[in-house]
């Protein structure tokens, strides 16, 4: 099923009816970072002795439908002066934000199902989802680093983990002297931002519906929590949560969305951007305290980072892997897990530490700074 025929777009998940190939790191962003054919390492491939993937930017392509490249060609035009703009440090409107989001969703799950033709199916997993699927679907943060550096190129940071081939949930896009850590994951914002969630979420462990999520006993907090969530994050210049609500057809929640009993309720209207729709408001977090952004239009400045709160590439690509660790092991299982899940999830947690611990070693313990800790792409 699915990518074993190599040939399904990387869009909708269907067999294209032309041969146009997808750069799932866009083309005008590998001109931005350098030659665009520079070959680079891509970590190891675990289907191969994890033998290390060597790959041209440029070939890091997938298969895709015309229709479908057209469609997401003008996200592409509409996030290449927004990029440029972070690259200068200065400021975006939240709409554009939104969108920056949805664009890292798109390369986030391109860049898994990339690795997935490249090593060809490393430990039986089938993709079971494609970028139009996913794009903007499950609650969402994105962290902004900035650094003094002329380093050019680019990083995909943690899409080489066991965690991430598995659940592709959260990587850091290194890009020339940006960084943007950024995570997805269903309701991990909502109950912070104060939005329906199930009070209970568990991964069934065993029986027909192995692997899913069984969600329950929704329902929502009247204030805003201060963090929104406890993952622990190196100080960004720009640190935003959105929450994003799940459709059904279930008729208890009578707003369209889980959780959402009540059609008409005001304080969930306040939370959601421009006050309706599927798309909760921007939360931004401050060290001190939390701002709600529901106003397309706001623009959102660069907060200050100086001093002690500065640190280098290499330790905020080892905080990717561990806020993967982190997401990956906030939900429990129900149920009783087979001996091969059990080892199988104690090997993610290993792989994701040692990847941590990589990062770790080329950090100083006195950060100074200097342009010899930033990332190099291979
Ligand atoms: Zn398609």
């Known amino acids: 099923m699915a990518l074993n025929d190599k040939r399904l777009c990387v869009f909708c998940g269907k067999v294209p009816n032309t041969k146009t190939r997808e750069h799932v790191v866009p083309y005008w962003l ?11 390492n891509f970590g190891q491939n675990y289907a ?22 057209n469609k997401f060609a003008s996200l592409e035009a509409r996030i290449k002066p927004v990029v440029e703009t972070l690259m200068r440090c200065e400021a975006l409107t939240v709409a554009d934000y939104v969108e920056l989001l949805d664009w890292l969703d798109k390369v986030r799950i391109g860049a898994w199902l990339v690795r997935h033709m490249i090593e060809n199916h490393p430990i039986e997993i089938t993709p079971n989802f494609h970028i139009s699927a996913r794009m903007g679907q499950k609650d969402r943060m994105v962290a902004v680093y900035v650094f003094d550096s002329d380093n050019q190129g680019i990083n995909l940071l943690g899409s080489d983990s066991l965690i991430f081939n598995s659940m592709p949930s959260c990587y850091g896009l290194r890009i020339n002297n940006i960084l943007l850590l950024n995570a997805s994951s269903d309701f991990f914002c909502s109950k912070g931002c104060g939005l329906p969630y199930p009070k209970s979420m568990t991964y069934l462990a065993d029986g027909p519906d192995a692997g899913r999520l069984a969600l329950n006993d929704f329902g929502y907090e009247k204030e805003i929590s201060d963090p929104i969530t406890e993952l622990k994050l190196f100080k960004p210049v720009v640190w935003l949560y959105q929450p994003i ?30 006050g309706a729709g599927r798309f909760g408001a921007l939360f931004r977090q401050y060290a001190d305290h939390i701002e709600m952004l529901g106003n397309p239009d706001t623009p959102i400045d660069f907060d200050t980072v100086t001093g002690a709160d500065s640190v280098t590439q290499s330790e905020i690509a080892a905080s990717v892997y561990d806020l993967q660790v982190s997401l990956f092991s906030s939900v429990p299982y129900k149920g009783q897990p087979s001996e091969f899940d059990m080892a199988y999830r104690q090997a993610k947690l290993d792989d994701a530490e040692a990847h941590a611990a990589k990062y770790r070693e080329r950090s100083p313990d006195q950060n100074d700074g200097h342009a010899d800790q930033a990332l190099a792409e291979s």
């Open 245 to 274: 609500k799940q459709p059904t057809d279930d008729p208890a929640f009578q707003g369209g969305y889980l959780g959402h009993s009540n059609l008409f309720d005001s304080r969930i209207a306040e939370r959601t951007l421009g």
């Open 30 to 40: 590998l001109e931005a970072t350098g030659d665009p054919k520079r070959v680079v």
């Open 48 to 69: 191969k002795g994890k033998e290390i993937i060597k790959y041209s930017w440029s070939n890091f392509v997938a298969p895709a439908c015309d229709d479908c490249n």
